[in-house]
């Protein structure tokens, strides 16, 4: 069974940053496509950003690009969000997904497509 366990989250002012980690296990993690999505109070489930298995294919919402670097170490089977310039509206519970087949690219994660497997999540609060 998959496991993903977000570490990371906590309180910080607006334009301070914060990383996201994500650490996988269950099975071969280096062979999918991995993602961050995250849910503000009172609000749906959005996509934030995605990396291919071999990084070399990046998608990111248009709210944090330029602010958000995703990234991955598959040695340690983990997936890392790197946020810069936090904004309050980046308050938000933060969740670590991945899809049920390797076909999988960036852009199906962005769009629900294949999404099997998810993290507790870990809260992120920004203040103003």
């Known amino acids: 069974q998959v496991q993903l366990v977000e570490s990371g989250g906590g309180l910080v002012q607006a334009g301070d940053s914060l990383r996201l980690s994500c650490a996988a296990s269950g099975r071969t993690f280096s062979m999918y496509t991995m993602g961050w999505f995250r849910q503000a109070p009172g609000k749906e489930r959005e996509f934030v950003a995605a990396i291919s298995w071999d990084s070399d294919s990046t998608y990111y919402a248009d709210s944090v690009k330029g602010r958000f670097t995703i990234s991955r170490d598959n040695a340690k089977n983990t997936v890392y969000l790197q946020m810069n310039s936090l904004k309050p509206e980046d308050t938000a519970v933060y969740y670590c997904?991945?899809?049920?087949?390797?076909?999988?690219?960036?852009?199906?994660?962005?769009?629900?497509?294949?999404?099997?497997?998810w993290g507790q999540g870990t809260l992120v609060t920004v203040s103003s």
């Open positions: 997904a991945a899809p049920s087949t390797v076909v999988a690219g960036p852009m199906d994660l962005s769009e629900d497509r294949y999404l099997e497997f």
